[in-house]
T-cell receptor
């Protein structure tokens, strides 16, 4: 099993460009999440999908959109990238429920110039 | 509001010394707490969760509801323990997403 995969690994964008970060999991998990990791800030939740067909905003959703394409895939889109979106983005998945482990992808390092 | 605080950005200890990484939380309900670890060039992974009451790689963490703490401890640190450690709280809203502390970088020197 690959677990949680993310593409691309690295990306450089110019301000105003758009892109989509892809995430897929092969563990038949119900819940999927997008976090961003900034130095000194820990990980913060951008969007989540508690189950297939549902998505909701997290702590820092501005400037992002998501799509839960099916149970496996959960994409994050930046419509008009800004330098403040320079970060490392992590996708995670879980069976769902408070006590369950979240499994993380390897991350996408995004730089917006 | 729920919040997780890790007061130390960096903790440096010698190999064989005890280590304690501090975590305090604020949450009005019954907390579900985790420690996640990120080794260099590896993805974030679960180290332990309070509900399991287990010891992983020699690490333990006890939930102290009176002090609202979930400190991570190990009696004898090893060089391979050097990593970034995150304390996290799972709450019922946000689809059981994790609310992370800012992390503590542990450096174990020989």
């Amino acid at each position: 099993n690959a677990g949680v995969t993310q593409t691309p690994k690295f990306q450089v964008l110019k301000t105003g460009q758009s892109m989509t970060l892809q995430c897929a999991q092969d563990m038949n998990h119900n819940s999927m999440y997008w976090y961003r990791q900034d130095p000194g800030m820990g990980l913060r939740l951008i969007y989540y999908s508690a189950s297939e067909g549902t998505t909701d905003k997290g702590e820092v959703p501005n400037g992002y959109n998501v799509s839960r394409l099916n149970k496996r895939e959960f994409s994050l889109r930046l419509e008009s990238a800004a330098p403040s979106q320079t970060s490392v983005y992590f996708c995670a998945s879980s069976v769902g429920g408070r006590s369950y482990e979240q499994y993380f992808g390897p991350g996408t390092r995004l730089t917006v110039t | 509001a729920q919040r997780v605080t890790q007061p130390e950005k960096l903790l440096s200890v010698f190999k064989g010394a005890p280590v304690e990484l501090k975590c305090n939380y604020s949450y009005s309900g019954s907390p579900e707490l985790f420690w996640y670890v990120q080794y260099s060039r590896q993805r974030l992974q679960l180290l332990l969760r309070h509900i399991s009451r287990e010891s992983i790689k020699g690490f333990t963490a006890d939930l102290n509801k009176g002090e609202t703490s979930f400190h991570l401890k190990k009696p004898f640190a090893q060089e391979e323990d050097s990593a970034m450690y995150y304390c996290a709280l799972s709450v019922g809203n946000s689809g059981y997403a994790l609310n992370f502390g800012k992390g503590t970088s542990l450096l174990v020197t020989p």
